[in-house]
């Protein structure tokens, strides 16, 4: 089932913000410990999953180039510009309250390598794995923001639900128009280099690393020019 892991990762953010209300001050060495054990767990998944490459060069030259691009554009700076302008739209009206609870939710599920990773994985694969991961972070996410925020938190599962299976939906289509050996190295190495995000967001959580993750994802845009260019040169030259 394609959705299975966007469903997931949905019911997770409900039932986060339920046990949110329930428990209102959760000790801050839990929030910490808590974190840091999914954090670990996070990273060793990005590196399960980037020794899946078989042409790990590839790897290496799409995060070189994906980062560049990132960088040049400022996709990280640019996305927490734009949260931090809604933060202040939404907070002068209602300071608080469940708007500001939703927009900011929303800001942190949806905005993230994980959710894109995850949903290409979901879609191309079958593979919910990293959904099911970005479902624990997310739930225990949830708990803390409902915390501060209130039930507002509850309503950002939906535009993640829509965000998220759009991407895995749209990955399903793919197949139809692209050549089945473009297609299975695109997902080999598209996996190992999401693997490389996803381990640096395991070390952003850990508090060891700050890598702007969000200007590392044009890095696979870079992946699937690499294997097209690869295969027509092979079938023209080789």
């Known amino acids: ?42 990273a060793i998944l990005g590196i399960q999953m980037g020794l899946k490459s078989e042409q790990f060069l590839i790897v290496i030259l799409s995060l070189l180039f994906g980062s560049i691009i990132g960088e040049l554009f400022d996709l990280d700076g640019k996305l927490n510009a734009l949260g931090l302008w809604i933060e202040k739209r ?37 593979d919910h794995q990293v959904l099911y991961t970005k479902s624990l972070l997310d739930g225990f996410t949830s708990i803390v923001l409902t915390t501060t925020f209130g039930i507002g938190v509850l309503f950002s599962a939906f535009p993640v639900m829509i965000y998220q299976g759009f991407i895995a939906l749209f990955a399903t289509q ?7 050996p473009i297609m299975d190295g695109f997902i080999t190495e598209m996996t190992a280099a999401g693997g490389i995000m996803i381990l640096a967001i395991g070390l952003n959580m850990l508090e060891i690393t700050r890598v702007r993750v969000a200007n590392m994802l044009p890095a696979i845009l870079v992946v699937a020019v690499i294997v097209t260019g690869q295969y027509f040169y092979q079938q023209l030259f080789l």
């Open 90 to 126: 939404i907070g002068t009206k209602e300071e608080g309250g469940i708007a500001k609870g939703f927009v900011s939710a929303t800001l942190i599920f949806v905005i993230g390598a994980m959710a894109i990773i995850g949903a290409l994985d979901s879609g191309l694969r079958g």
């Open 174 to 180: 793919i197949e139809k128009w692209v050549p089945a």
């Open 1 to 42: 089932m394609v959705l299975l892991g966007t469903i997931v990762n949905g019911v997770a953010i409900i039932v986060g913000t339920f046990l949110g209300k329930i428990l209102h001050r959760i000790p801050e060495k839990i929030k910490t410990l808590v974190l840091q054990s999914i954090g670990l767990a996070v």
